[in-house]
């Protein structure tokens, strides 16, 4: 039986929990985007993909997801520990030596979970692409998933995958897009203004779902589920998802500071604070 | 001296072709993806057989790589095909992390490698690309001497579980190998010498036995050693061969810097230091020209390999 909205959301402010922990204790890391995407992360884990238990690579007659925007590992990392992929208090290793929780996502360390290596950004719908076509010729009707940044679009590649996606009706995939509106420099219509999104997916052939609300689980589910309808109409379907980067610490929210630094020993406590329920810290 | 027969010459990227094409019929697991030079990579035969494992990307390569990854979630086993400039260079980033860190089983067959691309020009004749894959861990790279050789490697790596780099070429040169065992990693003596050893690569290894041939009747034994697979090498071959002759001349189509050579320098220096000639290209771009008049300008040929045979002797104690 799938969680209901409240089991969601309480989970949601465990991973978040975990985020901060796991940034604080090694003084590194990518709170800002992980806490944006955490609703999404929970929602598409629990309540959206249709998973098997256990992990192999291949993903055979399963849904899979790609993470492209490798960064933000913390909430990656998290939301596959409470979804059974590996120990909880493996968490506890994010970025220390000999760790399979490695700064950014990947399969070299054998994380069960992970399925190609992200963080050099922009590779993640090509390979995405890949898997959805693969899983045609398997007769898998299973989706491929990813999740982008939208500063991350400014990245060439994507756009020579996007062409290709609706060129060839790979309607197998639900690419979404973290619009937080920032990246590391500043706002993204700062540093490299990029339009209308959702101009551009529909102009390259895509169907597109807003989530305004892209910090509110019920909002996330009701657009996923949206979004799966449209596929198998033979285009691919872009999500574009509106966030709160930092979302759930008042601190870290409606600035880009937060995008790669961790909190000190203080704001970690002001930050928990915001962030009381918990299933178990790792 | 051990005598080869041309049986006919014809391109290295032709025996790609006839590899592929036998690998659509005899391994369904076995996608191609090409992007906007099918004829050139004599892919036109798996594309009409199997139209639907075969992908056209269109000029957009960084897609290719990072699809190409991604197919094989699910038990595929991709062959990109595009030249080796666009195969190597353009795409590095892409290959190391969406294919090499990743482990993916990713094949990645480059055609028009090197200066025998010919009139296209330094734009198009990547001599580099074998340092950028052979740096990458856990990265097969292979370069093949003739046509028989280029089939036999594609369809040997379909079977080789790893990401590997299969490199070849346009021009049309003696095809020798046929009845030569090749197994991936696996030196091939061809001609057994005492005076000095010619390590030889890709186009080169046919002019190393032409230049072995002249020596011969100069009364300078020469030994020939092909390596095709260029990492992991055979290290053991060698040394076993140098430890005989006591002096080396490598010879390949490719930037003196990063090439066959310098992975034999490594091997010789850690076990055992040998007087070494490079035929290569001297960190140079190419330009226009035949690839006969490059070869000779850019001093890779049989003159070259004797040349270089003749001082690697003269240094040895």
Redesign the interface.
Known sequence: MKPNTQQLNDLATQVRRDILRMVHAVNSGHPGGSLGCTEFMVALYQAIMDRKEGFDMDGLNEDIFILSNGHISPVFYSVLARSGYFPVSELATFRLLNSRLQGHPTTHEGLPGVRIASGSLGQGMSVALGAAQTKKLNGDNHLVYTLHGDGELQEGQNWEAIMYASAYKVDNLIATIDVNGKQIDGPTDEVLPMGSLSAKFIAFGWDVVEIQLGNNIDAIIAGMLDAKAKTGQGRPVAVLLHTEMGNGVDYMMHTHAWHGKAPNDDQLAKALEQNTITLGDY | MTKYTNTGSKDTRSGFGAGLTELGQTNENV?ALCADLIGSLKMDDFKKNHP??F?Q??I?E???????????????I?FTGTFANFSTGRVY??I???VA????NVKICASHAGLTLGEDGATHQILEDVGLMKMLPGMTVINTCDYAQTKAATIAIAEHHGPVYLRFGRPVVPNFTAELEFVIGKAILLNEGTDVTIVATGHLVWEALVAAEALEAKGISAEVINIHTIKPLDDEAILKSVGKTGCVVTAEEHNILGGLGESVARVLSLNHPAPQEYVAVNDSFGESGTPEQLMEKYGLNSAAIIAAAKKAISRKK
């Open positions: 996608v639907e494992r992908f990307v269109g957009a960084a897609n290719m790589i990072g699809m190409a990854a991604g197919m094989t979630l699910g038990g595929k991709p980033d892409q190391r992390q969406s860190y990743s482990d993916k």
